[in-house]
């Protein structure tokens, strides 16, 4: 089996070039945004407007509330697995959601200080790369406490800091230097080289975890949407696809944490496909290791459960279920069956004379010379303490009769161990019955074996009798 499947592995050039082709079209995927801003940079008018502040507030107003839903959604992963790239994640959206929301408020101010409108979106785009990128390089770290997780304090200083933020931005708005270009594109270039950070340390840190793609790819998406706000004029057509682009980051980003909260509630431990296969061999063979305990378990349970533990014979219970099963095979065509009851002869003197122990060492013998005697279909059980019955399927008395007396034979020419070297003589008397002869219920052949082998023991004990 496992040379099979060795036989069909892919060869290892196979698995590189698929490796290969995977990450180009994951870096592909992440690159489509590229070419739509080179399409709108090299054959749109850039002065082709389209200004609709109503339109814009209420993207603006649903981004702020998905923005709010996402931050929250984080919080309640980070609360749960504590991992710290899941508290700065939280604080980014939460920062971008509070900075954010005043470019929509102040759509309506476009015309009277364009800049206290346009500021707040690369503030808002710069504040949430820079925790992304300290989130990042917090990632596999250990979780954080408890305590830590559940005190307001922490979040409500960031909220602070996020309220400093906005007034910045304000009073930037309201400066000698706001009509400057360089303050647009600090912020929003500052945006865009925090995006590629993020991208670079993915890379050299090899971080490639099915959520750690999604957020790498988001993070791309950011960094080609502050691109296109830099190449882009308000309200031209670059300027609404940089918001697609980055509103297309940013519902992929919000994607990787819902698959999160549904799943393992952290980033770090969802797992590749890779390491999903590795784990499900693993979890399979440590499976398979369990279910074979498990029936080794079971099948020593069974045992004990049908077994004398003293002799190794059948117990009453095994026997009586035996027995039936004879019973409704005989009632459905099948051959007649006999039982035999035995008793050792005088066994209380073996005990009073020799000891217990020795009295044990004799049902045992006894129990192997019985199976010595009888066929290897036939089965011998103890029930009593030294009362004793064989199962004969398919033998009438004739057959009983031979079979008893070969094991009373046997026995009466045997030596016993009974302790210190001693060797003692054991005799058995034996009794038989056949279903249907002498009864067609249970009660009726045991009870029929019983009384003739009470009257063996009357007859002067060591003999069969089977009428």
């Known amino acids: 089996m496992n040379a099979t499947i060795a036989a069909r592995e892919p060869a290892a050039m196979i698995r590189f070039i698929t490796k290969v082709y995977a990450r180009c079209l994951l870096a592909g995927f992440a690159l489509i945004p590229a070419s739509l801003i080179a399409y709108l ?8 407007k389209f200004e609709d502040h109503l339109f814009h507030e209420i993207a603006i107003a649903a981004a702020t509330v998905e923005g709010l839903f996402v931050a929250c959604v984080t919080w309640l992963c980070y609360r749960s697995s504590g991992e ?21 408020l102040f759509t309506g101010m476009a015309h009277h200080n364009m800049w206290l409108f346009l500021l707040y979106g690369p503030a808002s785009r710069l504040v949430m790369s820079a925790l992304l990128l300290v989130g990042l390089l917090s990632y596999n770290r250990p979780p954080d406490s408890v ?46 080289v925090l995006c590629a950070l993020n991208v670079a340390v993915l890379t050299l840190r090899r971080i490639y975890t099915p959520l750690m793609v999604i957020y ?21 057509h670059m300027w609404w696809l940089a918001h697609a682009i980055f509103a297309g980051g940013f519902f992929l980003l919000s994607y990787g944490v819902v698959q999160a909260f549904h799943t393992t509630r952290s980033f770090a431990t969802i797992y590749s496909q890779t390491e999903l296969m590795a784990r499900l061999a693993e979890a399979t063979s440590r499976t398979e290791s369990a279910l074979q305990e498990l029936q080794r378990t079971n099948d020593k349970l069974r045992h004990m459960a049908t077994t004398d533990p003293l002799t190794g014979a059948a117990n009453r219970r095994e026997f009586i279920e035996r027995v039936e099963a004879e019973i409704r095979r005989a009632q ?6 006999s039982l035999l009851s035995l008793d050792l002869d005088h066994f209380k003197a073996i005990n009073d004379t020799y000891g217990h122990q020795a009295g044990d060492e004799v049902l045992r013998e006894f129990v192997q010379k019985c199976l010595d005697a009888i066929r290897p279909y036939d089965g011998v059980a103890r029930v009593g303490g030294e009362e004793f019955m064989v199962l004969l399927p398919q033998a009438g008395l004739d057959a009983a009769l031979a079979i008893g007396e070969r094991i ?3 026995i009466a020419g045997s030596a016993f161990e009974a302790g210190s070297g001693r060797r003692g003589e054991v005799t058995v008397s034996v ?30 004990r060591n003999r069969v009798v089977v009428a």
């Open 408 to 410: 009373r034979s046997v």
């Open 84 to 104: 710290p790239l899941l508290r700065w994640l939280t604080l980014g959206f939460l920062g971008f959601v509070l900075i954010y929301a005043l470019h929509g």
């Open 216 to 236: 790498g790819i988001s993070v791309t998406s950011f960094a080609l949407a502050s691109l296109a706000f830099i190449l882009g004029r308000p309200w031209n």
């Open 332 to 337: 459905h065509g099948g051959a007649p069956f």
């Open 431 to 460: 009794g038989a019955s056949q279903f249907g002869r002498d009864g067609n219920t249970m009660d009726m052949v045991l009870r029929a074996a019983d009384e003739r082998l009470y009257c063996a023991k009357r007859l002067g």
């Open 147 to 192: 305590a830590k997780r559940t005190d307001p304090r922490g979040w409500l200083a960031w909220i602070a800091v996020f309220a400093l933020a906005d007034l910045a931005v304000a009073w930037l708005a309201y400066s000698a230097i706001a009509g400057s270009l360089a303050v647009r594109l600090s912020l929003e270039g500052g945006a865009l």
């Open 41 to 48: 940079f090299f054959f749109q008018d850039p002065a082709l």
